[in-house]
C-alpha cells in the first residue's frame, strides 16, 4: 500500500462525504477507515486492502508461534504463501478466521472490519471462507446435495431442515458446478469422487456463500498433476472475483497461480516478491528451499 494510493482513497471518501476527513495517521492508517461511506455488509476497500495484518504475536506456552507478523492483500489477488514447517502459517490462517486469538496485533478485514471483535461462525458470515487441507464434503450426498446444503447457513434450512433452492440459488449452483469442473458429476455421490474432485466440490461450497475472501490451506496436497494443473486453473479463474491466501508447499504449482508470495518463517514475514525473486533471496534459500 503506497501512500499515493492511501491519499487517492481519502480523497475519493471526501468527495463522497462532502466532508473533510479528520483523524487520518500520518500514514493513512487503519483509523481512517472508521466511519467511512460503504453499504452495511460491503467490505471497505478504499485502501487498497482487503486483508491487514499488523504486528501480530502469538505464544502457545511461551512459544512465539506468530511474531511480529504483518502483511496486506489486495482485493481480487491471489496470494500465495510459502515456508518452512512451523513457519506459522497455519496459525496465521487460525487468527484470520477467529480460531486462534493473538496476545498483541491488528487484524482486519478490509479498513472497517475488525476482525479481532467476531467470532468464527461470524468471520465467516463475513465473507472469509476457509479450505482446511483434508476435504470435509459430506461423503453419503451427492455432488449437488452438498452444494445445496452449502446454502444451510440460511434461517430457513436452520429452523425447518426443509428448504426449496429460489431461482437465483439454483443458477448460482449450476454456474458453481461449471466452476469447479463438476457438471456432469451433479448426481454422483461425493463419496465416489476422486481426492481432486473432493477438494474441487469443497471448494464448491465455500463459494456457494460467494466468499470475499478465501484462505487455502495446501490445496493440491495428493492431487495427480493433471488434477493439480486443472486446479491451478480453477484458482486463475476465481481470482478477481474473489481474494485468495493459498499456502503450499508444492513449488511448480505456485510458479503457475503466484503473481506475488509472502515467504513465512518464525512466525514472521521474511520475505515477498514474485517466486523468482524470493527464490532467488539467500535467506529464503537458507531457511526453505535448500542449496
Ligand atoms: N495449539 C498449539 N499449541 C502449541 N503449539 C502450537 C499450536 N499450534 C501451533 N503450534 C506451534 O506453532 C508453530 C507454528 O505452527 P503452524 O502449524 O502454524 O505452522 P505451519 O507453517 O502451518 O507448518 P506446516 O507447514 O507444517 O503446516 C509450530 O511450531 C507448532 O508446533
Redesign the pocket.
Known sequence: MTPDLMDAGAQRLQKARGVTATGLTESGGRSAGYGRVHAPGEVDTTHGRILYLEDVHVS??G?K??NGLSLDIAPGELRCVI????????????IITGK?RPDKGHVFFGSTIDLLRYREAEIAALGIGRKFQKPTVFEQLSVFENLELALATDKRVRHSMVFSLTGEEKDRLGEVLQTIHLLDSAARLAGNLSHGQKQWLEIGMLLMQDPKLLLL??PVAGMTDEETERTAQLFLSLKGKHSLMV?E?DMSFIRTISEKVTV?CD?SVLAEGTLDEVQADERVIEVYLGR
Do not use: C, Q, Y
Open positions: 502457545f506456552d512459544f508461534a506468530i515456508g518452512p514447517n512451523g513457519a506459522g502459517k497455519t496459525t496465521m490462517m487460525d486462534t490451506d495446501e499456502v508447499h513465512l512466525g
